[in-house]
């Protein structure tokens, strides 16, 4: 009975339309994971208030002098739009400190109403025309357009297009608002990248939630720099999103896609600017990391209830299925575990051999237990084992090498007969692989997933990709690994470790295949030209960093890092390993440490980039730093 007390006190502490949303989400989901879903929420909400911008800040924003100014159009598709929230939206555009911008308002509601309310609250005025009057706006940047018919948001949006002047179109839904410095931010940020050479294609920003009366803000979304493979997986980017205008009216909206058409936009335009080539085109991607945008919550909006829209998780499907089939890649794409979550499937032509190298000394039971798990649980049978003996001194361990090599004709025992040096007995090993993948592999883990092999190979025989990370628990079911954040903890380490092992994740990010800076050896797939390509591990790392290292090099070369949820092990691990408990011991870390300062030193400066600077560097929960006004 505790799961059911736990969730119905959670249940009791949300608001009327909060209930409404869980309510759906239970008959959809069922009770575990709404459970999951609920707890981790009001975990997020009490952690969390927004603080506005200082009106000094805002003053001398709006006294800047501009020399090149971006012009933006803000585009707001209208349809039976409530009063309190039109204003508010308006009003949000009226009060931005930066001055550039104009306001297209395109109306699909089949009477008059909200062009009535609009003259009311004194954004529109009667001007006589040949005889006859017209809406006329009071502020010539804000431009009013009663379509014929509401033909659909995509369609509604398309129609307001070609009334844009802008050099970039913002798009804004008709009850969410701006905070007063977003398109300063936007353009500020622009036209630095513009004095880098780089001409940026669109920016995005973080969001939040606020309730109907923006009184309460919450489920901040500190997003990361542009991360392609978690967009297939999740819309991440979503709000305040600008883009170049002349791109965007030759993408235009597809009705087809309504309900994700923005998420269809965003996939066309990022196949659009990736075809340019590599990490430089990616740079035209741009993140603002600071909340631009409040996303208005209420019994209607699918921010609050996704279930009020279904449809459009079912579309977001569909344009993820349309760009890989835009783009050549043989993939099919499946709902994930949570609404607005996808997992894709991609298709192999051949099954290449993957070398899996487990460095062991004794720990026996470790082994069997390793062993066994592959054997018996790993679809994927197309794998070499490799394990490199490192000075054990147990008879039991020698007598069980034998048993292997009689036992499974795929299995080879190398000696290593040098001082325990993680980095080189890995090396070593590698020379005497014959599989077109490594995968490097702990003793102490165990399968659980009967897929991961395949999970893990599916991405890294993709092009680009040159080493994939799994999702690791400790025996508690705890999360273990889920990627590493590079200067988390003053260098590296595991992002949301210890967590329980259903959870969702900071916006979702255990449930998502995404880019990582890097992800640990414990069970980490590397191709093996990539792997030689680099120099291997550096030796010189002989216990710690040695993996995250290695990530950094191939990083360096231009080939990604991913992290999969859906290759699943257990980690023996204890959680109090890797204390540095003697003086040779500490004397070591601190080497290595300094060694990897040293050889990543401005990648530390600049932060990783798959990890957002408002989130907390001293612990691993994904919290907030401590509040600081934005602008300030």
Not at 119 to 146: C, I, M, N, S, W
Not at 348 to 358: A, F, K, T, Y
Not at 364 to 379: F, G, H
Not at 513 to 525: G, L, Y
């Amino acid at each position: 009975m505790l799961f059911y007390e736990k969730l119905e006190v959670s249940v009791a502490k949300l608001n009327k339309a909060n209930l409404k949303k869980t309510l759906y989400y239970l008959q959809r989901n069922g009770l575990r994971e709404t459970w999951i879903s609920v707890r981790e929420r009001l975990t997020d909400t009490d952690r969390y208030f927004f603080v506005p911008c200082s009106e000094a800040e805002l003053v001398r924003q709006s006294d800047r002098k501009w020399e090149k100014p971006i012009t933006f159009s803000i585009v707001v598709p209208l349809y039976r739009t409530p009063e309190a929230y039109l204003s508010k939206m308006i009003t949000s555009v009226m009060q931005q400190s930066y001055p550039h911008w104009e306001l297209i308002l395109a109306d699909a509601t089949e009477d008059h109403s909200v062009e009535e309310i609009l003259k009311q609250q004194g954004f529109l005025k009667e001007q006589p025309t040949d005889g006859e009057t017209e809406p006329v706006a009071a502020d010539p940047r804000l431009h009013y357009v009663h379509l014929k018919e509401n033909a659909g948001i995509a369609a509604n949006t398309n129609q307001a297009l070609p009334y844009a002047k802008g050099e970039y179109i913002g798009l804004l839904d008709h009850d969410d608002v701006l905070t007063p410095d977003a398109l300063y931010e936007m353009a500020d940020a622009i036209i630095k990248a513009y004095d880098r050479g780089v001409k940026v294609a669109f920016a995005y920003s973080d969001e939040d939630k606020c309730d109907g009366e923006e009184t309460r803000y919450y489920e901040p979304n500190y997003k990361e720099e542009f991360n392609y493979d978690l967009i297939l997986s999740n819309n991440y980017i979503c709000h305040f999103l600008v883009m170049e205008s002349k791109l965007l009216k030759s993408l235009q909206f597809r009705p087809e896609f309504d309900g994700a058409q923005d998420y269809d936009l965003v996939l066309r335009c990022v196949a659009e600017v990736l075809t340019e080539g590599g990490q430089t085109a990616e740079k035209r991607i741009l993140h603002i990391p600071k909340v631009l945008y409040h996303w208005r919550c209420h019994e209607e909006s699918t921010a609050e209830n996704p279930e009020s829209k279904t449809y459009a998780f079912e579309s977001g499907k569909r344009a993820i299925e349309e760009h890989y089939r835009r783009t050549g890649i043989d993939a099919e794409v499946y709902q994930g575990e949570f609404l607005g979550l996808y997992r894709t499937r991609f298709h192999r032509d051949h099954d290449p051999l993957i070398s899996i190298i487990i460095p062991n000394k004794d720990h026996i039971d470790d082994l069997k237990r390793c062993i066994s798990s592959i054997v018996e649980k790993s679809a994927y049978t197309n794998y070499e084992i490799i394990i490199v003996e490192n000075n054990s001194v147990e008879k039991e361990t020698f007598v069980y090498y034998e048993t292997l090599k009689s036992r499974y004709p795929n299995v080879r025992i190398l000696t290593w007969k040098k001082e325990f040096n993680y980095s080189a007995i890995n090396n070593f090993a590698v020379r005497e692989a014959q599989g077109e993948y490594l995968l490097f592999l702990n003793n102490d883990v165990e399968i659980i997933t009967d897929s991961w092999l395949e999970e893990m190979l599916q991405f890294c025989q993709l092009k680009g990709v040159g080493m994939v990370g799994a999702k690791l628990y400790y025996p508690d079911d705890t999360i273990q690994h889920a990627g590493v954040v590079v200067g988390l903890g003053g260098v590296a380490a595991h992002v949301l470790c210890k967590l329980p092992g259903d959870a969702e994740g900071y916006m979702g990010r255990l449930r998502c295949v995404q880019e990582m800076s890097a992800v640990t050896a414990a069970c980490m797939m590397v191709k093996t030209s990539v792997f030689k390509a680099v120099g291997g591990f550096d030796e010189e790392l002989k216990v710690a960093f040695n993996d995250i290292d290695l990530c950094m090099k191939v990083r360096d070369k231009g080939e990604k890092i991913l992290f999969t949820p859906y290759a699943e092990l257990y980690h023996y691990e204890s959680k109090s390993r890797g204390m540095e408990d003697t003086p040779e011991k500490q004397l070591r870390f601190s080497r290595e440490v300094n060694c990897f300062r040293r050889k990543w030193e401005r990648e530390l400066l600049k932060g990783d980039p798959y990890y957002n600077p408002n989130l907390t560097l001293n612990n691993t929960d994904c919290s907030l730093r401590k509040l600081e006004r934005n602008g300030d």
